[in-house]
């Protein structure tokens, strides 16, 4: 699983799949923000493994917040995707699904048809 990282200035969200389920991970990823200086707030959803940091720009950047994440082994960013990565990931995925709806009704209708060409020639 990919680990999605959406950032705006003073803010960062990252999505953990370890901690996705498990509370208590997810308290500890908290944890390691308490006493960074900058960090203004740190959110957590463990239902979706999501940490939400805020941050002070002056202070410090995106790039720490995940540098914290990756020396405690919270994040590896050869699996992150990001924003961009993951809208595009979705619309393939939603365009697969729409082409085979599309598909199932052709071949249903096409089937349809014929059922009633036969029982037409039938009768």
Do not use: C
Request: net charge neutral; aromatic share 8%.
């Amino acid at each position: 699983m990919n680990y999605y990282v959406h950032h705006t200035p003073g803010r960062v969200r990252v999505r953990i799949p370890d901690i996705k389920g498990d509370a208590r991970k997810g308290k500890r990823v908290e944890k390691l923000f308490e006493n960074v200086e900058g960090i203004d707030e740190v959110t957590l959803n463990a239902l979706t493994g999501s940490v939400v940091v805020h941050y002070d720009t002056d202070m410090t950047g995106s790039d720490a917040v995940l540098r914290i994440l990756k020396e405690n082994d919270y994040f590896d960013d050869t699996k992150a995707i990001t924003n961009e990565q993951y809208i595009q990931s979705s619309v393939s995925k939603a365009g697969k699904s729409f082409g085979k709806v599309v598909f199932g009704w052709v071949v249903g209708k096409a089937i349809e048809d014929t059922g009633f060409a036969i029982l037409a020639a039938l009768i």
